[in-house]
T-cell receptor, first 112, second 114 residues
Framework: GENVEQHPSTLSVQEGDSAVIKCTYSDSASNYFPWYKQELGKRPQLIIDIRSNVGEKKDQRIAVTLNKTAKHFSLHITETQPEDSAVYFCAALLGGNTPLVFGKGTRLSVIA | EAGVTQFPSHSVIEKGQTVTLRCDPISGHDNLYWYRRVMGKEIKFLLHFVKESKQDESGMPNNRFLAERTGGTYSTLKVQPAELEDSGVYFC????????????FGPGTRLTVT
């Protein structure tokens, strides 16, 4: 089955710097890759996603890139702010109504 | 529009007791998923309903877990009898049957078995 690896497990950056979180997946048939942000005590919230027919997607300060050949995708956050501090999860989905397979999460701390 | 809701938010029970978790998906979402996050580990799939039918229950750990979705609306997940290793946060997510793929998560139920 699908396996998703996520790195790093923890990441500390200074406010205003960029943060990059990387994930790899094993099943080349996966075609949907969402990123979730979970603040302490709150629900995982979908912040951005990308489908396999697209190489990059941006939404203000966040962007996701996908390399299908290498089977990896990354989350980029620019101009980080303290409110970006949270646990970020990447996930992969084989398509349709299948369940998500998650990475282990990255705890991002933005230091003011 | 109301999001996915879950009840209770926290539950502390003793080993051997029974607990029932409830999930109310977003109205109109035929897909309902249960996931679990054990301390410090990844969020793992438990099972998937399409309306009232179990589509995939390959992630259910054992027969102490029973999920239902009568009438295709809310879902319950019962753990009986609970064991220490069942502790974790149980999430429910829902999505539209005919796409797009986005799954929306509830706030989770933190279950502690002592």
């Amino acid at each position: 089955g699908e396996n998703v690896e996520q790195h790093p497990s923890t990441l500390s950056v200074q406010e205003g710097d960029s943060a990059v979180i990387k994930c790899t997946y094993s099943d080349s048939a996966s075609n949907y890759f969402p990123w979730y942000k979970q603040e302490l005590g709150k629900r995982p919230q979908l912040i951005i996603d990308i489908r396999s027919n697209v190489g990059e997607k941006k939404d203000q300060r966040i962007a996701v890139t996908l390399n299908k050949t290498a089977k990896h995708f990354s989350l980029h956050i620019t101009e980080t702010q303290p409110e970006d501090s949270a646990v970020y999860f990447c996930a992969a989905l084989l398509g349709g109504n299948t369940p998500l397979v998650f990475g282990k999460g990255t705890r991002l701390s933005v230091i003011a | 529009e109301a999001g996915v809701t879950q009840f209770p938010s926290h539950s502390v029970i003793e080993k051997g007791q029974t607990v029932t978790l409830r999930c109310d998906p977003i109205s109109g979402h035929d897909n309902l998923y249960w996931y679990r996050r054990v301390m410090g580990k990844e969020i793992k799939f438990l099972l998937h309903f399409v309306k009232e039918s179990k589509q995939d229950e390959s992630g259910m750990p054992n027969n102490r877990f029973l999920a239902e979705r009568t009438g295709g609306t809310y879902s319950t997940l019962k753990v009986q009898p609970a064991e220490l290793e069942d502790s974790g946060v149980y999430f429910c997510a829902s999505s539209l049957r005919d796409g797009p793929y986005e799954q929306y998560f509830g706030p989770g139920t933190r279950l502690t078995v002592t």
